[in-house]
């Protein structure tokens, strides 16, 4: 199942929530000693998660069918950090640098010969409470009966959001119910941009890297005409040499203006795609233009 956004909290005795993990789905299907872990598109991701893999292998015995979010949670912050999971995601390989990641679990969808998925969500929840009792390495998504309170706290310390279960609800494949709901917080990066996109000789947008001068998308909201006249006249006066060819960010009569010296941006956005892409970046703050 897929949380759809919404913009108000639903109340009642028939919802429960959770806070929004900043990660990664996956399912995980335990049998017979073998784990496989496996994306939102069914990519096998076994291989991605060695630490998953084996708190799994090593932490159960009966078939199971898992649906949770693997996250990287940074002590200093409080908090998951996104960028952590995408670098492993990105990597394609877990070095033995990497930092550690965990798995959080949600639902419990196949537990031995039992097909959970008709079953109320309050249900799975408490099935899989009980099976991850005494389960190092994992973590378990708690669930709340005060949704304005927890969105309160996640808003205080800069979690992603929440997510808002009907607890009667069986599991459903994809977006087609309106049981699973989320309510995002716009999240803020600090990054950079190396280019400026152009079509038709006009700005149409930046180039931003995140961290690690990762590629996370383009933003072009906030972007003002005056602003838009003067990022132009700055790419003419500091050309620099190209980053990537071709390139992902440029599409069609477009091209980008690379600069000799990177601009520093404030974006916000309301959330990170799977592939760590920026969902509806806005341009707050822009540092390193040069007076003409």
Known sequence: MAPIAVDDIPEGEEWGYQLKWDGVRILALVEHGKVTLMSRKLLDKTALY???????????????????????????????????VLQRERSRVAAAQSPRLTYVLFDLLIDGEEDLRTLPYEQRHARLQELMAK?????LSELFRDGPRLWEWAQERGWEGIVIKRLSAPYREGKKHKDWLKKKIALTV?????????????????????????????????????LRRQLLS???????????????????????????????????????????MMRHPK????????PE
């Not at 893999?53 to 649906?67: A, I, P, W």
């Not at 079509?199 to 590629?215: F, H, I, K, Q, T």
């Open 283 to 290: 341009l707050l703050h822009l540092e390193g233009l040069k």
């Open 135 to 139: 389960q190092p390495g994992l973590l």
């Open 190 to 226: 600090q990054a950079s941009s190396p280019g400026i996109i152009l079509r038709e000789g006009r700005v149409a947008s930046l180039v931003v890297l995140g961290e690690d001068d990762a590629y996370i998308g383009r933003v072009s909201l906030g972007l003002t005409e005056p």
């Open 50 to 84: 060695p630490e998953i893999t084996e708190c799994l292998r090593s932490g159960f015995q009966q078939r199971l069918l898992l649906d949770g979010e693997v996250i990287y949670f940074d002590p200093e912050q409080g908090r998951p950090v996104f960028q952590k």
């Open 234 to 276: 700055f790419a003419q006066q500091h050309p620099g040499p190209p980053r990537w060819s071709p390139s992902p960010a440029a599409g069609r009569k477009e091209q980008i203006q690379w600069l000799s010296l990177p601009l520093q941006l404030t974006v916000t956005f309301l959330e990170w795609s799977q592939d760590g």
